[in-house]
């Protein structure tokens, strides 16, 4: 007898009833008291001010002359717990609408300081200082805030602030001003916030924190306290984001001109509850995806690039065991990407007391013209220190087209190098298979800075598992998995961490047939200044899946299993600002006749990226994967493929960027080019023009070629 999915399915109408009966019982759960203050060690004190700091960089605000600094900075890395190599001092106060912070980073080598003029978010290893809270003060939940010594932004979370950095004789200065209403936190009176300072040297490799941070313990676990804050209110938070756009192609000979209006809003009904809704989502901030040969009968994950998707994810991220062994992620009851065509979309984020939670409704259109409900709910509850379980709920679809799916999942940190985490899943179909629709993971590890680690796995995907709203790597697959290994920390000479790794696998299919085993070692070194070094190996044997008849189903034969792999990455702050290479030989399968055969065979892959900054404005990237397979029963290569990429970004000013990027691959003489110019002047506030050329083959054989013109202004409003 077939389980059955409501013919009815989820309708449209859960959004409304989800928002409208879930919002009451959210804002009178949003109102549960905080959590006690840790009674942290380290402790600053922010007081209120009359007249607020100019945000311009510079220390000489009367405020600052009135409080004592914080200092005594401590190395995370390279000498865990040693003094910092410079000074660095802290201020905070804060008005009724803003938190303040100023910084003087000192250095004695100010010439040295490694600062990048690149668009918000866009460097990486800059001499910088970091504003980590915690503003819930529950161990889990944080956002940064980080300003390099240009004073380019990156923060955590896309958000409104303002910040500025200027160069001194003894090193650099910083001012940040965050708004209140671009923080979530809980109602009480008086607040007790987790807080913490990261600075980052970069020509020393060297990252400080003011709160001393153990590397055998959680960050969140190790944070000061921020305490004065009395009667903070974010006030009344709503932002309205419209947007208006053009997009004119011509692809194959065909015109497809397009003019759009949207609209996202953002209400914060309390400070720790958030809706938002949008209408007509933004198309143009959407890069042309990566070129990705396909040498398996697998799905490839691809990353999200839209804006109302990626803003708030963590509440929507899957729970418990990860590293399923075949891809990120290897099971996941939620992929937004799903959500491919979304004419209307909201969502409600928030956290209240102990819980945490999630509720998203898209009306998404589909092959038809119409569209379609795609829903998803997701609670935690914290439990224990850090520790935390929670529950995933998501459907798609209405009538003989409804897909159901239902987790809950565990996450235990114990003892801060120890963690146990799990999940467990159903997904139901209407008119489809009974039974054998479940996914279980569970995995234990130790994972010490140094000494000894070991780790345990087990990942199980039975033969009817099915998600329209989510991502699913392989089927009938059960793979079990162990390792130990040990790591050495050095504070002299020119290895700075050093650990050898084996471990063991063994994979069958969900009715117990063994189908694969391998053992593999590996290596990882870390190399002064900036070098690290990795090599792994293994050897076994393995059977393969191929598409039949009925879909995937195991082909039945053992073929061995044996491949090395080598990497490389090497960074420096300067013209040559990074080295990456990847190099592997595999004796393996290789799949033949669209995935419908598999033969004994072997398989080369070299890859490889460049990253120049001739100048702080200027930064070029170029990079290539070449992979090639061979039969043995062949003898020639049966497939050999390079794809490529290469970019150029200048960022003329703060605000002023233009920038380029080329993706190609040689197999079928595909290629992208995206180019454009634009003007940022804000947490997404941009006018910009984007140019897209390229050639596809389609599926049957078809070549076509086009290009497309999208102009788009945004603008951001917060009353």
Known sequence: MRRKVGTGGIPLGLLAAGLFIGIPLAVEAAQAPPPNGNGRARTIETKPVGSPPRIDGRLDDECWQAIEPASGFVQYDPANGSPASEETLVWTVYDRDHLYFAFHVRDSQPDRIWAELTPRNGYWQNDSITIILDTYNDRRTSIEFTVN????????????????????????????????KSLRFSNAGDQVWGVNFSRYIKRLNERDYWAPVDRDRPLLLQMGDLRGLADVRPGRNVEFFPYAGARASRWAGEADDKAALGLDVKYGIRSNLILDLTASPDFSEVESDPFIYQLAPYENYLMEHRPFFTEGSQYFQSGGSSGFGFGPPGFSLFYSRRIADPKFAAKLTGKAGAYSFGLLGAANGDASGGAEPFTAFRVKRDVLGSSQVGLFVTGAGEGDRANRNVSADYQFRLGGIYSISGSHALTFNAGGPAGDNAVHSFSASRYPDAGLSASFSFNRVEKNVATRTGFVGRTDVQTTTGGAGYGWRLLEGAVKHVSINATGSVVHDTDGGLRGQSLGASCWLSLRPDVSVSLMTS?????????????????GRFMPARDVWAGLFWSRPGWLKSIHANASWARTGVYTGGFAGVEPGRSTSVEGSLTFRPRSDIEIETGADYIRQVADRAGAAGFSGLTYEASLHYQVTRALFLSGRLRGESREDQYHVDLVA????????VAQVAYKRGS?????????????????????LRL
């Open 149 to 180: 010594a240009l004073g380019v932004q990156s923060n955590s979370v896309e958000t409104i602030w303002r910040s500025q950095a200027v160069r001194l004789p003894d090193g650099w200065s910083a001012e940040v001003a965050l708004p209140f």
């Open 539 to 555: 050897a076994g044997r393995s059977q393969y899946q191929v598409l039949g008849v009925r879909g995937l189903q195991w082909a």
């Open 678 to 685: 634009g003007y940022y002047f804000g947490a997404g506030n």
């Open 696 to 716: 596809r083959l389609e599926l049957g054989g078809l070549r076509e070629q086009g290009y497309s013109i999208t102009a788009k202004v945004s603008y951001l």
